[in-house]
């Protein structure tokens, strides 16, 4: 079957880390562009960032860019993105998306989505 | 750059049509045919409906459409069934600098 599985979130204080994970299925990780793209509250959905197929590209929205690494594991069919210095404004639903290869940044498979959640 | 703008929310009775506007600017929504649109019941997974502003991928029915008329694009869904209710979001590639695309902030569909 052909899923992607995000894992990771939790409650974490401002100013801590997190590690998200996002575990691929029935697919050949490899072939993709993949990204994360979030959903805080009460707002619109966010793309956060992606990673080339190779890994060697690598792009962050401005608010992230600095305090987040995506990267990935091809070998493990694997996706993560780690967090510091994690804001109030970082609390969201985080979503693994598979870049479709039919149009430029089109996400035709997501994850269900873990949640992140920010105390201060 | 801001988010699109989509109604809050819209609502149709079964079997009727409604459609879902996706207001950009001349920067995203006007500038490309790479719109796309997404359904997601809360809980789950969304679901890519539209790509390439019309375009469907394979498995969703030929009652969803999509179209653009400049910095507007629009999603119709005909014959409305129940399964329909959802939260839809509409998204426009936005060049290549990063954010490479901006979403809209969702529509609810009620099916009432």
């Known amino acids: 079957e052909v899923q992607l599985l995000e894992s990771g979130g939790g409650l974490v204080q401002a100013g801590g880390s997190l590690r998200l994970s996002c575990a691929t299925s029935?697919?050949?990780?490899?072939?993709?562009?993949m990204s994360w793209v979030r959903h805080a509250p009460g707002k619109g959905l966010e793309w956060v960032a992606n990673?080339?197929?190779?890994?060697?590209?690598?792009y962050y929205v401005d608010s992230v860019r600095g305090r987040s690494t995506i990267s990935r594991d091809n070998a493990k069919n694997s996706l993560y993105l780690h967090m510091n210095s994690l804001r109030d404004d970082d609390t969201a639903v985080y979503y693994c998306?598979?870049?479709?290869?039919?149009?430029?940044?089109?996400?035709?498979?997501w994850g269900q989505g873990t949640v992140v959640i920010v105390s201060s | 750059q801001s988010a699109l703008t989509q109604p809050r929310s819209v609502s149709g009775s079964p079997g009727q049509s409604v459609t879902i506007s996706c207001t950009g600017t001349?920067?995203?929504?006007?500038?490309?045919?790479?719109v796309s649109w997404y359904q997601h019941h809360p809980g789950k997974a969304p679901k890519l409906m539209i790509y390439d502003v019309n375009k469907r991928p394979s498995g969703v029915p030929d009652r969803v459409s999509g179209s653009k008329s400049g910095n507007t694009a629009s999603l119709t869904i005909s014959g409305l069934q129940a399964e329909d209710e959802a939260d839809y979001y509409c998204?426009?590639?936005?060049?290549?600098?990063?954010?490479?695309?901006?979403f809209g902030g969702g529509t609810k569909l009620t099916v009432l």
């Open positions: 990673i080339r197929q190779d890994g060697g590209d690598k």
């Open positions: 998204c426009s590639y936005a060049g290549v600098f990063t954010p490479f695309v901006i």
């Open positions: 001349s920067s995203d929504v006007g500038s490309y045919n790479y």
């Open positions: 029935g697919f050949t990780f490899s072939d993709y562009w």
């Open positions: 998306a598979r870049e479709s290869p039919l149009s430029p940044r089109a996400f035709d498979l």
